[in-house]
């Protein structure tokens, strides 16, 4: 089972930092390439970063590449989205999710089988 944590009010410029941890016997979140995804109002689901099953490279999406981070801790069963320069159109729910296929990581949904509840991000002053 996965859950997103971590989000909240922030101001504009202001950074977050977002969780994704997994529970369940022997549900390693190194094992699977997790995405991070947000729903905008109004939006479909937008695909915002990923990092891969093996080798762990990520890739993001390009409105937010220098300014989201994806980081793990497996001591922990969390992978993280540090969330930098924040700006009023990053306002939404967002996601984390799983799937097995080999590297490279996508961004595209539809892989994805596993898939946390949401937490909400507020940016605005």
């Known amino acids: 089972q996965l859950q997103a944590s971590g989000g909240g009010l922030v101001q504009p410029g202001g950074s977050l930092r977002l969780s994704c941890t997994g529970s369940?016997?022997?549900?390693?979140?190194?094992?699977?390439?997790i995405g991070w995804f947000r729903q905008r109002p109004g939006k479909g689901r937008e695909g915002v970063g990923c990092?891969?099953?093996?080798?762990?490279?990520?890739y993001y999406a390009s409105s937010v590449k220098g300014r989201f981070t994806i980081s793990e801790d497996g001591a922990k069963n969390t992978v993280y989205l540090q969330m930098n320069s924040l700006k009023p159109e990053d306002t939404a729910v967002y996601y984390c999710?799983?799937?097995?296929?080999?590297?490279?990581?996508?961004?595209?949904?539809?892989?994805?089988?596993?898939w946390g509840q949401g937490t909400q991000v507020t940016v605005s002053s």
């Open positions: 999710a799983t799937e097995q296929r080999d590297p490279p990581c996508t961004v595209l949904p539809g892989p994805y089988d596993s």
């Open positions: 369940g016997f022997g549900f390693n979140l190194d094992h699977y390439a």
């Open positions: 990092i891969s099953s093996r080798g762990r490279s990520t």
